[in-house]
Each structure stands twice: as C-alpha cells, then as structure tokens.
C-alpha cells in the first residue's frame, strides 16, 4: 500500500465514521475506493493498442517495419523475444555466464564454475546448468581449460558469438533468422581494420574451443561462419543494459533516423523487447530508431554512422 492511501484512509475513516457512517460503510467505501486506485496505478503504462508492423522490403533500405495504424505515443506496438543474449561484443565487462550479473573487476576474488572454470557469481547460479544459457557453452568452454589455467585469458567478447555458432544444433530455427538479417561482409573482409579486430575472436574461439571440438557436435565452425557471426552482431546487436546484447528477428529491421519514432524497453528476466510508439504518426510509418547518440551534433553521427552501420545518414535531421 502506498503512503498517499495511508494517509487517505485514516483521514476518511476518522472524518466519515465521527460525523456520518457506521465505521463497517465507511471500510466498504475505502475498500472499493483503494480497488479503484490501485487498478490505475498498476495499469500498464503503454496503451495496448497491439498492431505489430509489417516487414516490408526495398532496394534502397532493404527489409524494414511499416506501421499497420495510426500510432500515438505510448501505443504498444510489439513484443519481440530474443533469439540470443549475451555479453557485448565491445567495451566487454566480467559477469556471470549463468545470470548476467556484473562480477569483480578482479576475477581472482570471483567463485569460478565448477565445470568450466570461467568467473561466476556463485558456484549455485541456477544459470550454469541452464539449457537455455550457460550449459551448452560450458561444455565447449571446458575444452580449453589448460588455456585459461596457463594464460587466464578471458575473452567475454567471445561468448555471443559462441552462442551464436551453438544455435545451429540448439535451434536451427533461430540459426536460420540470424541469416536473414544484414551483416555488410562485402565491407568487412581481409584487410580491413575491423576484419583484423575481428581475427582475434576468431582465432581466440578457434585455438581454445572449436579445433579440439569433435566433428559434427556443431555444424560449421570455420572462420568465416565466425565472421560473418560478428558482422550479424556489429550491425544489429542492441544493447540491454549495461552488460549484455541481444539479436531480434523483428526489432532489428528497423532503420535508421536520427528522428526516430519509436523507443523501446526490455522486460526484465526474460528480455523480451517491447517496441513503444513515441510520437504521432500515421498508418504507413517507417519505424525508425537511433543507432547512434541523439546528443552529438550532424558530423559526428554521420561519421559514427557511416564507420559502424555502413551508411550515409539521409534523414530529415541531417
Ligand atoms: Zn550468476
Ligand atoms: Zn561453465
Ligand atoms: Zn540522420
């Protein structure tokens, strides 16, 4: 019960049960009083005006999402499970595989998995024997623990894409919508900075895990499944929270504005997106997001823009 009812109810019951009703009235009155309070305060914020939008394709931009109706800011307009989560690929911090919880900068002073040995926040996180989180990768992971007992080498950056790579015996389904969704590899390949960078995941998942994997536990393990991953990651991985990242098969087709339309929020636990309308716009509507800072000025959000989305922003703004 919230304070403001508190303080309503005395005030109430004191005044009406002096001067006017029986003290069993005035209860029945503040009883359906509160009722009445309490349905409004825990009403959904977003209006369910549920329409989910249509996947849409051009030339030019590719798949996007086209409104069905009218929308008005704080309509629902979809919910979208994650086809997979994990740690960021950049700016990685240490946290739990099992849970996501954020660890100890100094991973010597975290309990370890008992299986894999990767830091974690207890040995009893209910998420390292998850089917649908940590399980699957410990015992990949377990492959390179002389590795990591020698060199202590952690790379979180490397776990997304390992989870990504094990979809293809853990849900071929899912596996199958990630190669639906854009990675640009024609302007990733050798030479490049960003293919360089990419190399040491790669050849970090390689040499500790995925070589000394037996054959046919994972369909494809080359280096360029592992690239074309990060690229799938790079160009439509949204960040939920702090720590971790997720891939969508429906909120990642939204485009680009550096007005944007829409926002969204990520339920907790299960991080499913949910995609709110945040001003008005008509039925037929491109739904656009922001891939870069709102607050930077036109250069800078192109430049950002063009070096990590590969594209010349057009918008309205710019
Ligand atoms: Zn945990
Ligand atoms: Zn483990
Ligand atoms: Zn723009």
């Not at 740690?87 to 370890?112: D, F, S, V």
């Not at 990767?118 to 089917?131: I, K």
């Not at 990591?148 to 849900?171: G, H, M, V, W």
Request: aromatic share 10%.
């Amino acid at each position: 019960m919230k304070m403001s009812e508190c303080w309503f109810g005395f005030f109430f019951f004191f005044f009406f049960n002096r001067y006017i009703l029986s003290s069993e009235l005035v209860v029945y009155f503040y009883m359906i009083f509160r009722r009445k309070l309490q349905f409004k305060v825990n009403s959904p914020k977003p209006n369910f005006h549920f329409s989910p939008p249509q996947i849409m394709s051009s030339p030019l931009l590719g798949r996007y999402l086209q409104s069905t109706t009218d929308l008005h800011p704080g309509d629902l307009i979809l919910r979208d499970t994650p086809l997979i989560v994990g740690p960021k690929m950049t700016m990685a911090e240490p946290i739990c595989l099992g849970c996501h919880k954020g660890l100890n900068p100094n991973l010597a002073e975290n309990p370890r998995c008992p299986r894999c040995l990767w830091p974690v926040c207890s040995t009893r996180c209910s998420g390292l024997t998850d089917a649908h989180t940590h399980a699957p990768e410990c015992a990949i992971l377990q492959l390179g623990i002389e590795a990591l007992l020698t060199f202590n080498d952690l790379k979180y950056e490397a776990i997304l894409p390992l989870r990504c790579l094990i979809l293809q015996r853990r849900s071929p389904k899912k596996y199958t919508e990630l190669k639906h969704l854009e990675s640009h590899m024609d302007k990733r390949g050798p030479g490049t900075e960003i293919y360089e960078d990419i190399n040491s995941i790669v050849k970090y998942l390689r040499s500790n895990f995925l070589e000394k994997l037996p054959a046919n536990v994972l369909d494809d393990t080359s280096s360029e499944v592992l690239h074309w991953i990060c690229g799938v990651i790079d160009v439509n991985g949204l960040d939920i929270g702090r720590y971790t990242q997720g891939l969508f098969s429906i909120m990642c087709l939204m485009e680009h504005s550096c007005l944007p339309n829409v926002k969204y929020t990520f339920e907790p636990e299960t991080n499913v997106a949910c995609l709110i309308a945040s001003v008005d716009s008509p039925k037929g509507s491109h739904i656009s997001t922001m891939y870069t800072n709102a607050l930077w000025g036109t250069q800078p959000r192109r430049e950002h823009l063009a070096i990590t989305k590969y594209f010349n922003c057009s918008c309205e703004r710019c």
